[in-house]
Structure formats: C-alpha cells, structure tokens
C-alpha cells in the first residue's frame, strides 16, 4: 500500500468519518430544504458532515483554512509559514441523497501555498476511497490508477452535469449536450462532479464536461485526473483554476476532439 503524507492521512481519515455519518444516514428520515434554486437542495446530512470535516481537520491543524460549500470561507491563517486551505464537499450528489439513490461522495482536497498538494473523494456505500497526491499519482483503494486509453471521441463513453441554473443554458450548455447527443455517444449524467471526475481518472469514464461548478466539486477531481495522467481545461483548452466557469476533464488523447465539440 503506497504511503501517503501526513496531510492526505488527515484528508483520508475526515473522508471517512463523514462517509460513515452519511452512510448511516442515507435512506433514514431527515431534514430538507431548498437553497437559492428550488431544486438546489441541503439536508441535515450536508452540514453535519461538514461540521464533522472540519472539527477533525482543526483539531490537528488550528492554523489551516476552509472553503467549504455550507459554511464558506473560515480558519485563521498562520501567516509565518506556508498557507494550508481545504476546499471541502461534505455531500457531493446532495439531489440523489436526499431522494435515496445511492450515487454520492465525500469531497476534500488540501491547497499548499494556493496548489492543489491532495484529494480524496470518498463514496461511502462503496466504500471506495480515491486519493491523490500532488506528483504521487492516484489511488483507489491503495491501487493505483489510470485514465482510459481510449483513441478517439466517436470511441468514447462520457459523463456530464447540469447546473441548477440550466434552465438559462449558461455557456450554452444545453446546445453542448444536444451536440455530444447527436454524436451518437454513451453519456452519463450521475448527479456528482465529483464521481465524475474520480471515475474519468479511473478510466470507467473517457471524458467529462460541466459548467458553473464551484471549487468544492472540481478541487480534489481535479487533481486526481491529472495525476492519473489526464488532461483539465476550460472549454477554451487554457488551464483550469477553481473559479472557471467551463470544465473539462478527459484521458488527454480525446482531449481536443471534445473540445472542438464545445467551441
Ligand atoms: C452538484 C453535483 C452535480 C452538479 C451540480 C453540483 P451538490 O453538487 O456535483 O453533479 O451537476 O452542478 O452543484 O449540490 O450535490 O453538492
Ligand atoms: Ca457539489
Ligand atoms: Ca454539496
């Protein structure tokens, strides 16, 4: 089993307490409510999985900060040393939890000096664990993986999501799915960016593409494909950083085939 930095330990072990909270709570009777956009939802699950990431992460590191999706930005820097952020999904797949399908994950990726450094993104029904190292490679269950070899597009099985906002087609996202369709290809849409992109850096899937993701989808998936050999971009082909509004993410031999699809 490949060893892991005491960082991504620390990643692994708060991916696990908050998958078992999960796991215990899916399908039993709990609370919901919608955000901004009616089907944008978060359940009590959301927040005490949050709560629990975060507790265990400062309870070993009270100078590293967060970014997380229910509670936003938190943590006191330690301005002497090297800044530390954890950018956290504590319930990625929140629509598919709360109306028991079981398609779900933990997110948590830790940011050295403003780098993706490691990711975990853990399904907890599955129990599989996928971490990644920044120039460690990735790993799912301690053996390590690799994105497909797959040549072409017209070869390819792909996976994509929708933001709740697709009613107003952002980035022209509905014309993208319609072009991808009448392409005739196998594609996916399972409700978690970050199943996505754990599955594209395993080689289940060929390609993903999404837009309007925030930082807690994409941090640790990201990391994962590219150390696992694959390509991330915006739809433009210049390099993804976390507040882009365009994703995607392949095996790199498909790469460009894709993205001439969304110019
Ligand atoms: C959502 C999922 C989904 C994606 C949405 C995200 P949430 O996250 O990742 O696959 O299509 O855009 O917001 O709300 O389940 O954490
Ligand atoms: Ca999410
Ligand atoms: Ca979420």
């Given at each position: 089993m490949h060893s892991f930095s005491p960082l991504c330990r620390t990643a692994i072990e708060a991916a696990r307490i908050a998958g078992n909270l999960l796991r215990d709570g899916f399908g039993t009777s709990f609370s919901i409510s919608s955000k901004k956009?009616?089907?944008d939802l978060v359940t009590e699950f959301d927040v005490r999985s949050e709560k629990a990431i975060i507790s265990y992460i400062t309870d070993k590191y009270p100078d590293h900060t967060f970014l997380a999706e229910e509670s936003g930005a938190s943590g006191i820097a330690d301005t002497s040393g090297s800044s530390i952020r954890w950018v956290i999904d504590?319930?990625?797949g929140t629509v598919n939890f709360a109306h028991g399908v079981p398609v779900f994950a933990v997110s948590i990726a830790a940011e050295v000096n403003g780098k993706l450094a490691c990711g975990v993104i853990y399904h907890p029904l599955l129990d599989e664990l996928f971490v990644t190292e920044k120039g460690r490679g990735s790993w799912l269950n301690g053996k390590q993986i690799h994105v497909s070899a797959t040549l072409t597009l017209s070869e390819s099985f792909l996976v994509t999501g929708f933001p709740y906002s697709v009613s107003n087609n952002p980035s022209d996202c509905i014309d993208h799915f319609y072009r991808f369709l009448k392409l005739g290809l196998p594609i996916r849409r399972l409700g978690s960016a970050a199943l996505d992109l754990a599955y594209t850096a395993a080689g289940r899937f060929d390609g993903f593409w999404e837009v309007e993701l925030s930082p807690w989808d994409v941090a640790a998936g990201i990391l994962l494909v590219e150390e696992a050999g694959g390509k991330v971009t915006q739809y433009s082909g210049e390099g993804y950083s976390l507040s882009d509004k365009t994703i995607v993410a392949t095996n790199g031999i498909i790469h460009d085939e894709i993205i001439e699809v969304l110019r």
């Open positions: 956009v009616r089907h504590p319930l990625d």
